[in-house]
DNA sequence: CAAATTCTGTACCGTTCGGTATGGATTGGA
DNA sequence: TCCAATCCATACCGAACGGTACAGAATTTG
């Protein structure tokens, strides 16, 4: 891997497009949000962007892991929490924060960018999918933990602890889409977490 | 209002075609379905989609109202049970059966239709928000009955209560989509259940 | 039968889509 | 200074998009 010292260097900061196009997949979809659109939030013209990122689906991938990486920093701060309960409380609060972001668009890259498939056969749709499976797969792992160290009661499935949080997660993404503000989340927040068990 | 009797009579079943038009949307949502992808699975050409219908937005709205109204059936006969805790059990029970039909596609066209704004500026993801707001008004209508007559504890407030199902319910019409299976939503829906507040 | 009316099928419209060929601009290296 | 390498900008490509003009087919009314 060399450094590319040759030739007329880069016009623009490729991470810094990369946070426009993020924003625009994540208020407009996958689909929904075109070259045009992509390229003239990112101050670029489409060669550049072709020859930065490949196409508009790596484009795209790279954005979704970007998001993920900076935007849902706080689903890996809350699996350090020292119980399950906090752990959950703490990402699903966090997670209402993210949703309602002032000045970013409202609900979750991951969700908004594509659930339906379309010409592509749904290739999108199923890698979205898959990296929210991804992320409830760590906290199932962190609640069987729980589980191991009597932090929830013996024949607590994790799995299926942690599919319920994610759902009111997801569904929560979905109602800040619709325009749901803050308040409403929380209060959905504090009626999801009765139904985690404590000692 | 007159009914039509002069001229060739339309060689074709509206409503029948429009029951095609449903789960064309429903997998490939409103932008990911094409023109062409219609026509094609309700078996008529273009001319007599327009003139059945108006346009393709005018479709897809049809299409809504007639989903809500056929395959939402239950969310009306859950409101009918006598409890709050029998109507919100049962219809997460019933929607966790309907997102995973088979033969039909996964998830809730309400959802999968599209929850970003493409290029229409997002008018079909708001009249998409707005009549599933509607549902949850219905919901919180059912609920505030129940405080009345002392069947949920007196202070629950029935607006958090109702909107804390319907995001358990749309969280789930997300995983659904996803591949989860009617054995996940079902326990998903047993752990959600667990908020609901009993005397 | 003829006229009026309505639907169907083909073929097309302008626009936008994702993606690219090409040539000039800008840099480092020799 | 000249070359190789890389990037930027314009202008374009074929395909697909939503939508429609138009002619012919089918039906009711007179």
């Known amino acids: 891997m060399t450094v590319k010292t040759r030739g007329r260097p880069r016009g623009f900061d490729a991470d810094a497009a990369l946070d426009r ?18 390229t ?11 020859a930065a990122y490949g196409n508009k689906e790596d484009l795209f991938r790279r954005a979704v892991a970007r998001y993920a990486e900076r935007d849902m920093a706080y689903a890996q701060e809350a699996l350090a929490e020292p119980t399950a309960y906090a752990t959950v409380e703490r990402f699903l609060k966090a997670n209402a924060d993210a949703l309602t972001l002032p000045g970013r668009p409202a609900g979750c890259l991951s969700i908004q960018g594509g659930l339906a498939g379309g010409s592509d056969n749904g290739q999108v749709a199923q890698f979205l999918a898959a990296s929210r499976l991804a992320g409830e797969k760590r906290l199932a792992e962190r609640l069987a933990r729980a589980v191991d160290e009597g932090d929830l009661p013996a024949g607590t499935d994790p799995a299926d602890l942690a599919r319920y949080v994610m759902t009111v997660s997801e569904g929560n993404a979905v109602h800040a889409a619709a325009g749901a503000d803050r308040a409403s989340l929380y209060a959905t927040v504090e009626i999801a977490l009765r139904a985690i068990p404590r000692l």
């Open 40 to 50: 003239d939030a990112m101050g670029i013209n489409r060669p550049s962007m072709y």
């Open 21 to 38: 196009a993020i924003e625009v997949f994540w208020e407009r979809g996958y689909e929904g949000a075109s070259l045009a659109d992509l």
